[in-house]
């Protein structure tokens, strides 16, 4: 029988710089700039994940977290290297002071490893995931990796990467149960680890944001209201992954991510 947590490998078709369209999710510039600041997020983020989960490997006593620990941090492998490839066509683009925001988003995650203790990086993991896991849940209940004008290609990516975070969505909670249980450096790490990402996301829509309203007009730009809204949804998320009685367990996975999750996995060059 499969595990819970398989890990897949893929290789997903990547867009080539010419076609690449700034409002490739559901022609809606705001969350498509939320989904490229993911996807060059999670290129320094996930590698951030498998290091943070190698150096607490040893402290487990527990064989099946340790096994969920280890296909959690494969699965994490996986996601960023494609990440990696997709986001090629976004660099061509040129956007001005993109690549500086990207350096220092680098440099955050080379320091927090060079500095930071294995609580604190296992509790940045478990903010990140926490949050992450509401936002993959909201995307398939909404369906607009499934809307007409999304791009097919990032499409596929973000099904395949959101679905497996769903997959993985309890491992980084009970780590971090299972070696600190202290629930407020949970929430102080919650925090943090949403606060960063947020910032990181906001800085790119507006960079990216600026550069097509010059090269392509004022449906590029964001509104204070949208960015209003956004900043409710954030709120609401990160106030629930920090509430006491938090827990990953009890979440109803939506329709349509098991049949998703049997896809990728009969479509894999490999499933262990
Ligand atoms: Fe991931
Ligand atoms: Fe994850």
């Not at 340790?66 to 040129?94: K, M, P, S, W």
């Not at 006491?244 to 349509?256: D, F, I, K, L, N």
């Amino acid at each position: 029988m499969t595990h819970p947590i398989p890990v897949r490998r893929l290789l997903f078709e990547s867009m080539p710089a010419e076609e690449f369209k700034p409002d490739c999710v559901a022609a809606n510039p705001v969350l498509s700039y939320t989904c490229w600041g993911v996807s060059m997020y999670v290129t320094f983020l996930e590698p951030f994940i498998v290091k943070s989960m190698h150096r607490i490997m040893d402290d487990i006593k527990d064989d099946d977290l340790r096994e969920n620990v280890d296909r959690f941090a494969r699965q994490e492998a996986q996601h960023y290297q494609q990440h990696q490839r997709f986001n090629e066509a976004l660099f061509a683009q040129g956007y001005p002071g993109l690549n500086e925001r990207y350096e220092i988003l680098r440099q955050d995650f080379d320091r927090m490893l060079e500095e930071e203790s294995d609580k604190y990086c296992v509790g940045f993991v478990e903010g990140f995931e926490s949050y992450t896991t509401q936002g993959a849940i909201a995307v398939f209940k909404t369906g607009i990796m499934n809307h007409p004008e999304t791009d097919p290609r990032v499409a596929d990516l973000f099904n395949w990467h959101l679905m497996e975070e769903i997959e993985h969505r309890t491992v980084a909670f009970d780590i971090y149960d299972h070696l600190y249980g202290d629930y407020l450096y949970r929430v102080k790490m919650c925090l943090i680890a949403q606060g960063h990402i947020t910032r990181f996301i906001m800085d790119c829509t507006r960079i990216m944001s600026a550069y097509d309203v010059e090269r392509f007009g004022k449906k590029y730009q964001i509104s204070l209201p949208v960015r209003m809204f956004n900043q409710i949804g954030r709120v609401i998320l990160t106030t629930r992954s920090c509430l006491p009685w938090y827990t990953p367990h009890r979440y109803v996975v939506p329709e349509g991510v098991e049949s998703v999750s049997k896809h990728y996995s009969d479509i894999a060059q490999s499933v262990s």
